[in-house]
C-alpha cells in the first residue's frame, strides 16, 4: 500500500477532506462545538449515550478520561462531508462510536440504519 510520510493514501485523503470542511464551515460562520455546546448536547442526552442510552461517566471537558466520543451524526469524510459543528455532533459511548463487536449500541453501523433497525424491532 502507498504511504506518505507514515500515512496511507486513505489517511491523507481523509485529512484533506477534514481540513476543506473546516475551512468551509469557517466561510459559512459556523463554529466548532465549544465546551458549552458541548454542555448542553450532554444535558439534552441526559448524560446517556445518543444510540444504546448507556449512562455515560463524564470528566471534565478536555480530559481524555471517561466512557464517550463525540460522533459526527453526518461523518466528516469523503463521501458524505459532515461539519464539525454543534447540530452535528452527539454523545457516544466509545462501543457505539469505534465501531466495537459488543451485541449493544450501533457499532460500525451508520447511525440512521441503526436507529431504523431499533425502532423496528420495538414491540407496537
Known amino acids: 500500500m502507498s504511504t506518505m510520510k507514515g500515512k496511507t493514501v486513505a489517511q491523507v485523503g481523509g485529512a484533506v477532506v477534514r481540513r476543506f470542511l473546516n475551512e468551509y464551515a469557517k466561510q459559512q460562520n459556523l463554529t466548532k ?68 463487536q459488543g451485541i449493544k449500541g450501533k457499532g460500525a453501523k451508520r447511525w440512521d440504519d441503526y436507529l431504523a433497525e431499533k425502532n423496528a424491532s420495538k414491540p407496537e
Not at 458541548?38 to 471537558?61: D, G, Q, R, W
Open 33 to 100: 462545538p465549544t465546551d458549552a455546546d458541548k454542555k448542553e448536547i450532554l444535558k439534552h442526552f441526559k448524560l446517556k449515550c445518543a444510540y444504546c442510552e448507556e449512562k455515560l461517566k463524564i470528566f471534565p471537558l478536555g480530559t481524555v478520561k471517561g466512557n464517550y466520543d463525540w460522533d459526527h451524526v453526518v461523518p466528516r469524510n469523503i463521501t458524505d462531508k459532515g461539519l464539525n459543528i454543534p447540530k452535528n455532533i452527539v454523545p457516544a459511548c466509545t462501543t457505539c462510536n469505534r465501531g466495537g
